[in-house]
């Protein structure tokens, strides 16, 4: 059968080598709901692309698109067709026994320059369609990328959501012994692999968060007995001091736009509060002014409000001001002490950690306040970080020894461990690669 891949637009050089050529598909008519309360997983059938490395490909894919809870992968063993050719048409009839709703095929295969080309298609079984259809050229090096890819784009075809699979996750790997315990900052693929350490242990680091430009990091280090701010670039291992903060009680984030670190110093008063610095001309302006503890703030995904945590009430609660410090208003009024909250890349919830009745427990709200919901509930858990798309948290456990990494999504039913050679914690997940 003759290839209707038909390359109808050249998308730009990736990042790292990686370049597509996209096809148009028809409109889809086979489509999984995200938005509601209880979503069923979706069927979907996803035999071994074709190719030497097809089966390593379409693992990933597989493993991928079963980890976001929103599909069911089809044991292989139940296929009734065998893919012999991945371009032609498959028996429709063959895959409605088996209950599957959705079918992916592809193949991967080495160009004459040395790079491999992996396509697939994505078939609508009880519309008789094909409804996606993709190829992409890689290097070696980035053949775990063309899957997360791959998978992304199946996940966005059939949820109408961006994926969140073709991201890294830069933490904090922890080894030795509880009482002397060796901190790296490292980074990771979002799935825990390829794994790769930025710093070798000699001295503490806290708190990595990664910038807008998805290749620069921040975190704190102690190399020198006071906390100092480091911007890292992640490719070239180039590292640049942003500053000295001896009071400084939580790491810095980026603004949106990657031009300033917001956070909070304990100045000479005694009191914490939160400042904002300019990176271009490292000059600070202070946002808060209480003589209470202002900590932990998190930008907007618009850059034009801060979420922070203050005890000025009491305990500490969530509170929202502008990025200028105007209009301080609480927003959380629940039991229990928040902390470490953290604005959603979608601009609709903020995510937060709560102790309350000797738990500890990860959730969300509405950035009024409303609809708070928790997620998950532990002996110490903490850090949540959000997946670029917004429907999926990671964060630390404690667990027998030292902690681990842990993803939950926003029904609080898919909780997955992260799989780290060594005890991990601090996840920061980073936008989507590019």
Request: aromatic share 8%; hydrophobic share 40%; charged share 20%.
């Amino acid at each position: 059968m003759k290839s209707i891949l038909k390359p109808l637009l050249m998308v730009a050089a990736m990042a790292m080598g990686m370049n597509a050529v996209v096809t148009l598909p028809a409109r889809a008519t086979l489509e999984l709901n995200v938005n509601k309360g209880n979503v069923e997983p979706m069927p979907i059938a996803i035999p071994d692309f074709q190719g030497g490395l097809g089966a390593q490909i379409s693992e990933i894919v597989t493993a991928d698109l079963k980890r976001s809870g929103l599909f069911a992968p089809i044991d292989k063993n139940a296929f009734i067709e065998k893919i012999a050719n991945p371009d032609a048409q498959p028996r429709f009839d063959d895959w409605k026994v088996i209950n599957a709703q959705a079918l992916v095929t592809g193949s991967v295969s080495k160009e004459a320059d040395g790079r491999i080309r992996a396509q697939y298609r994505l078939w609508d079984i009880f519309g008789n369609q094909q409804i996606a259809g993709e190829q992409f050229f890689a290097n070696d090096a980035n053949q775990r990328r063309v899957a997360h890819i791959i998978a992304d784009a199946i996940y966005e075809k059939l949820t109408g959501e961006k994926g969140y699979f073709d991201t890294r996750v830069v933490f904090i790997d922890e080894s030795g012994a509880k009482n002397a315990r060796k901190k790296r900052l490292a980074i990771m693929d979002q799935d825990g692999a390829n794994v790769r350490y930025l710093s070798d242990g000699r001295s503490i680091v806290l708190t990595p968060r990664f910038s807008p430009n998805r290749q620069e990091i921040t975190y704190m280090s102690y190399e020198s007995g006071q906390p100092r701010v480091y911007l890292l670039q992640i490719e070239t291992g180039q590292r640049e001091l942003v500053g000295n903060f001896p009071g400084m009680t939580f790491a810095p984030r980026f603004s949106p736009d990657g031009q300033k670190v917001i956070m909070s110093l304990l100045r000479d008063d005694g009191n914490s509060n939160i400042f904002a610095m300019d990176l271009r001309s490292r000059s600070t302006t202070r946002l808060t002014n209480s003589t209470a503890i202002d900590t932990s703030p998190s930008y907007s995904p618009d850059g034009s409000k801060v979420v922070f945590t203050s005890d000025r009430g009491g305990r500490a609660q969530i509170y929202v001001m502008g990025a200028d410090g105007s209009g301080q208003t609480r927003i959380s009024f629940g039991d229990g002490v928040y902390s470490t909250r953290v604005w959603a890349p979608r601009g609709d919830l903020v995510a937060f950690t709560k102790q309350t009745g000797g738990e500890f427990q990860i959730g969300v709200m509405k950035t009024d306040g409303s609809g708070e919901r928790i997620l998950s509930s532990g002996f110490q858990q903490e850090g949540p970080t959000w997946a670029p798309n917004g429907r999926v948290l990671m964060f630390f456990r404690d667990s027998a020894g030292g902690p681990k990494l842990v993803s939950v999504d926003l029904t609080g039913r898919n909780e997955q461990s992260i799989p780290t050679a060594n005890f991990a914690s601090d996840p920061a997940w980073s936008p989507l690669l590019e």
